[in-house]
Structure formats: structure tokens, C-alpha cells
């Protein structure tokens, strides 16, 4: 059973930075797309960056320049770094990502973390 699991979500000030990190369980679990949504109260999930490995990166524009996805591979965890954060980017963040190993491959979710940008 894969499982992804994010952390790194909290509370900061408008202008501030953070870090989530999502991390797939199993060492030979391979990632061939990684993505980050976020769902603001009273609001549908929408897509912040997508990364399909070797292809393209692709974000919304409302983050654009302020949001970077990236990945470690040799720790298999996918990252979304966050900077000058305003306001409406309070949501909970949600990791999706497309992989797998051996005989079980499919796309997966993390539990979500709570990111709150808030004076």
C-alpha cells in the first residue's frame, strides 16, 4: 500500500516562506508526475504546479514566481516552496502524485496540510 504523507504547512505572517514537503513511501517507488492542489474554505481544489519528469513544469498564475515545485530523488520526496505568501493563499495543500513500483503503480494523495498566511 503506497502511502504519501506532506508535512511542513503552518501559520505565517504575509511575505513569509514556507516549505511542504510530500514523501512516498517505499525506497523504489518511482515518480513520474508530482503535483501540488490547494482548496481554500467554500472554494473547489485547483491546481498550484504540476512537474511531469523530463517534460515540463507548469504553475497557476496566481503563484507564479512566488511558488517553485521540485523533487529529491534520492530521497524520493516532492517539494513546493513557497514565497512572498499572501493572504489567499490560505488553503490546505494537497500532494498528488503518479507513480509506483513493480506491479503497483497509479496516482495517489497525500492527507493534506493546512497552510495559513495571516497577520
Known amino acids: 500500500q503506497v502511502q504519501v504523507v506532506e508535512s511542513g504547512g503552518g501559520l505565517v505572517q504575509p511575505g513569509g516562506s514556507l516549505r511542504l514537503s510530500c514523501a512516498a513511501s517505499?525506497?523504489?517507488?518511482?515518480?513520474?508526475?508530482m503535483s501540488w492542489y490547494r482548496q481554500a474554505p467554500g472554494k473547489e481544489r485547483e491546481l498550484v504546479a504540476t512537474?511531469?519528469?523530463?517534460?515540463?513544469?507548469t504553475y497557476a498564475d496566481s503563484v507564479k514566481g512566488r511558488f517553485t515545485i521540485s523533487r529529491d530523488k534520492d530521497k524520493n520526496t516532492v517539494y513546493l516552496q513557497m514565497n512572498s505568501l499572501k493572504p489567499e493563499d490560505t488553503a490546505v495543500y494537497y500532494c498528488?502524485?503518479?507513480?509506483?513500483?513493480?506491479?503497483?503503480?497509479?496516482?495517489?494523495w497525500g492527507q493534506g496540510t493546512q497552510v495559513t498566511v495571516s497577520s
Open positions: 498528488n502524485l503518479d507513480g509506483g513500483s513493480g506491479f503497483e503503480w497509479g496516482n495517489y
Open positions: 517505499g525506497s523504489d517507488f518511482s515518480i513520474t508526475a
Open positions: 512537474r511531469i519528469s523530463g517534460v515540463k513544469t
